[in-house]
């Protein structure tokens, strides 16, 4: 079955300090991979994809991610958190030819303390 | 910049009730989709439509879900008669592309069945 899994439900982080954010996927065939962020009272917007190329991509507001085609992961990375990241973060794959189907998991809420 | 704007916000109805939401997606998106998260759960995919025509549709939408465009610039998710699970937040999301590319997601609408 098409899944995704994030590994933590919620991450607490002092500012400075670095981000990892697990995320792991079933999906048969090409993928696309995604990472959204919904900041509080927002909406969810994108931070950054993967469709193809080189696996480590860079995103807004220094976030990067790096697909592990043989791990099937998606991991998120920043290298310093800043109290305005507090967020909840999701992990999204979809298959090439896709019309949209965009399946996410559950989320990982993300809280940096000033 | 450019925004997905859903109407209600927030409503609240009784079960067995028709409920349409409604969503104003970015003027120049060709592809426009339904997701719904309920309380404590993964965003999953509804349905996508392009060309006056869905193009995929999850099974969660059933005969109880329609959507329409009824003119230029609306596009509105309709359950006919809802039951208690409807209850979740649903979220508008357009984009200039099929699904391979950015969505751009509104606020969501958050519908209480009681």
């Known amino acids: 079955a098409q899944s995704v899994s994030q590994h933590n439900h919620h991450v607490i982080l002092s500012e400075a300090a670095s981000l990892e954010l697990g995320c792991n996927y079933s999906?048969?065939?090409?993928?696309?991979l995604f990472w959204y962020v919904q900041y509080p009272g927002q909406h969810l917007q994108l931070l950054l994809k993967y469709f193809s190329g080189d696996p480590l991509v860079k995103g807004i507001k220094g976030f990067e991610a790096e697909f592990i085609k043989s791990k099937f992961s998606f991991n998120l990375r920043k290298p310093s958190v800043q109290w305005s990241d507090t967020a909840e973060y999701f992990c999204a794959v979809t298959g090439r030819g896709s019309q949209g189907n965009l399946i996410f998991g559950k989320g990982t809420k993300l809280s940096v303390k000033p | 910049e450019p925004e997905v704007t859903q109407t209600p916000s927030h409503q609240v109805t009784q079960m067995g009730q028709e409920v349409i939401l409604r969503c104003v997606p970015i003027?120049?998106?060709?592809?426009f989709y339904w997701y719904r998260q309920i309380l404590g759960q993964k965003v999953e995919f509804l349905v996508s439509?392009?060309?006056?025509?869905?193009?995929?549709k999850s099974e969660i939408f059933d005969d109880q879900f329609s959507v329409e465009r009824p003119d230029g610039s609306n596009f509105t998710l309709k359950i006919r008669s809802t039951k208690l699970e409807d209850s979740a937040m649903y979220f508008c999301a357009s984009s200039v592309d099929r699904g391979a590319g950015e969505l751009f997601f509104g606020e969501g609408s958050r519908l209480t069945v009681l």
């Open positions: 999906y048969g065939g090409t993928v696309n």
């Open positions: 003027s120049n998106h060709l592809y």
């Open positions: 439509f392009y060309n006056n025509e869905i193009s995929e």
